[in-house]
């Protein structure tokens, strides 16, 4: 099972590799021309299809790009002709912090809502977190932080900064106060999500036969919440918690561009934006393999975390 | 047919989350559709000072080059709808097809076209969506595609098992012991089946397509300046924050609501019909839990 996983990941992970390469390099507009503009001289057009391997045929350009993926050799940005792991590296770190920091806050922070507007269902607390939950997660990233930036940062409050530009050469942790307003904008966006998944899959358990039978018998309540329904509701949960880490990865591109921290997801806009097509290139595929990854590991760990499940096999 | 969408349209309505949801959601396609006819000023002339404070002349004050903040927000807001309104069609036909010949077609046909699914689905819908734009630019057609495009495996997904449950139903049986062709079956027989989970699914990916979009307007990835557009307009104002601080509320406050708007009204939809109180995604989810392990 495991291993079968992992190999469809493998597939999906060379197949995410020729989208990515397609749709960068071979897709109608020569790249060349992308870069230097229609106005370019023959001469440079030329020169810069040597460098980016465009005179070769296409299956010749795409080994060169996977094999120097494998290798470390990224080649050099198109804008200022350093290489690309230089760039990319720190602000994978950064953008892993971001997202390590919102996911786990913001699991917690779902599963204990969910759990508590489960348990007292249809009381005040379910009925006004249901409705603040449903106007959030409609909402947009950038204008949940703009509403943090006016409300903590600009207009009403000053309690931390507005941009989180950090000095070259740090990380993220070297600036603690950088990272709240980020964060605070990834958690406020995925919450509601799982909050949402864990009330309903607490629900689902506490209507269950087995929980009726744990009444019957005279289990106290507080056994039968924390021994019997908590525990099935924990599987469906993982899986959102995973699918918000997925959502994570999108997530910090706009939340990034807002506060100007320095990570991937500020990286790939500005990239797009110069089009500095080995840079898109790589991140794009970081972003889509740390997704298939996440993906393979709440698989298994869901598999593990349900009862039933783990019996049967 | 048509009877029993109006008749389940309007049990959504009647109910209060429907009511707000549609409520809100008009207002502002009321304001994105009229304003351009009412706005005061032509919404590049710099009538007024960079972030000028609101006055009885300019009521939200001006922006970051002292247009009229008021003009821009009435012309800023049809282009975004035109565009979230056609990506959605598109994804939902582009994704209903898949899932339903994915279900119907069985064997080597789903094997590729899930497969597909879980290539595109690997990339987050933003992502995908620059991707696409990196080397073309940021036509408005293209971003239109790219985000159709990302929503086609999500809605493939769901209409595939809910195509799934209409394929064992008799009438199905009995079409295809006529003789009908697939192409057909498909079409005649199970696509009206199929009505209220594609609807709540066109609800959702309305505002996914709203929310994308404008976000990729933020990022100067959209209609280029000095056009209006309330997505750039929070990003070109936000240095004035402190100035003038409604150049900025003001069309985050329509795009918040023209989103909260249709999934709330989503939500009231989804509840009426399928009766559950959770997404169609969720709902996918906990049905995947429940099977057996090894399928």
């Not at chain 1, 094999?67 to 470390?72: A, R, V």
């Not at chain 2, 192409?183 to 709203?210: C, D, K, Q, W």
């Not at chain 2, 909260?260 to 997404?279: K, Q, Y």
Request: neutral net charge.
């Amino acid at each position: 099972m495991v291993r079968r996983r992992i190999a469809f990941g493998v597939v999906t992970l060379f197949l995410v590799s020729v989208v990515v390469f397609v749709a960068t390099e071979v897709l109608p507009g020569n790249a060349a021309y992308a870069v230097l503009g229609r106005s370019a001289s023959p001469a440079r057009v030329r020169a810069l299809e040597i460098a980016m391997h465009l005179n070769r045929g296409i299956f010749d350009q795409y080994w060169v790009w996977i094999s120097g993926i494998f290798t470390g050799r990224l080649g050099n940005s198109l804008v200022n002709g350093l290489p690309v792991w230089g760039f990319v590296e720190p602000r994978i770190v950064n953008s892993a912090v971001l997202v390590v920091l919102a996911g786990a806050i913001g699991a917690v922070v779902g599963v204990a809502l969910g759990a508590v507007a489960a348990l007292r269902k249809d009381g005040w607390f379910d009925h006004v977190t249901s409705v603040v939950v449903l106007a959030v997660t409609s909402l947009p990233e950038f204008v949940v932080a703009i509403a943090l930036i006016i409300l903590l940062s600009t207009v009403v409050w000053h309690l931390f900064p507005a941009v989180s530009l950090l000095p070259p050469g740090t990380y993220a942790w070297d600036a603690p106060s950088l990272l709240v307003l980020p964060v605070a904008t990834l958690v406020i966006v995925i919450v509601p999500y799982i909050f949402r998944m864990m009330r309903a899959a607490t629900v689902e358990a506490l209507e269950s036969d087995y929980v009726e039978m744990a009444r019957l018998k005279g289990v106290p309540e507080w056994r039968i919440v924390l021994m019997h329904a908590l525990p099935n509701a924990v599987a469906p949960t993982i899986q959102v918690i995973g699918l918000n880490f997925l959502y994570l990865a999108g997530g910090i591109v706009i939340v990034e561009y807002v506060f100007n921290f320095p990570g991937i997801g500020q990286g790939l806009v500005d990239a797009v934006s110069t089009r500095d097509i080995p840079v898109i290139q790589f991140i794009v595929l970081v972003l889509a393999a740390f997704y298939v990854v996440v993906n393979i590991v709440t698989d298994v760990i869901a598999l593990l975390a349900t009862p039933r499940r783990r019996i049967a096999r | 047919m048509r009877q029993q969408w109006g008749s389940v349209l309007s049990a959504a309505v009647r109910t209060p989350r429907g009511a707000i949801g549609l409520g809100l959601a008009s207002f502002v396609v009321l304001v994105a559709v009229i304003g351009p006819f009412v706005a005061p000023h032509a919404s590049d002339a710099l009538v007024t000072l960079d972030f000028g404070k609101p006055s009885g002349q300019y009521l939200l004050g001006g922006d970051y080059l002292g247009e009229d903040v008021v003009s821009r927000v009435l012309d800023g807001g049809w282009v975004l709808l035109i565009m979230a309104a056609c990506a959605t069609a598109l994804g939902i036909a582009g994704g209903g097809a898949a899932g339903v010949s994915a279900a119907y077609l069985r064997g080597r046909s789903d094997g590729i076209i899930m497969r597909t699914v879980d290539v595109i689905l690997a990339f987050p819908q933003l992502v995908f969506a620059l991707l696409l734009l990196s080397l073309l630019g940021p036509k408005l057609w293209l971003i239109t595609i790219a985000v159709g495009v990302s929503h086609a495996p999500q809605v493939a997904r769901v209409i595939r098992s809910a195509t799934l449950d209409v394929t064992e139903r008799d009438f199905v049986k009995a079409a295809e012991l006529q003789g009908m062709r697939p192409a057909r079956v498909m079409v005649r027989e199970i696509l009206p089946n199929l009505v209220s989970p594609l609807m709540v699914e066109a609800g959702l990916r309305l505002t996914y397509s709203i929310v994308i979009i404008s976000g990729l307007a933020f990022l100067g990835f959209g209609q280029a300046p000095p056009a209006p557009n309330w997505g750039l307009m929070i990003s070109e104002n936000r240095t004035g924050l402190t100035l003038n601080p409604w150049a900025v509320i003001v069309p985050a406050a329509m795009i918040a609501l023209l989103t909260i708007g249709t999934n709330t009204f989503t939500d009231a939809f989804a509840r009426v019909t399928i009766g559950v109180d959770r997404r169609p995604e969720e709902a996918a989810l906990i049905d995947d839990l429940s099977q057996e392990p090894g399928t």
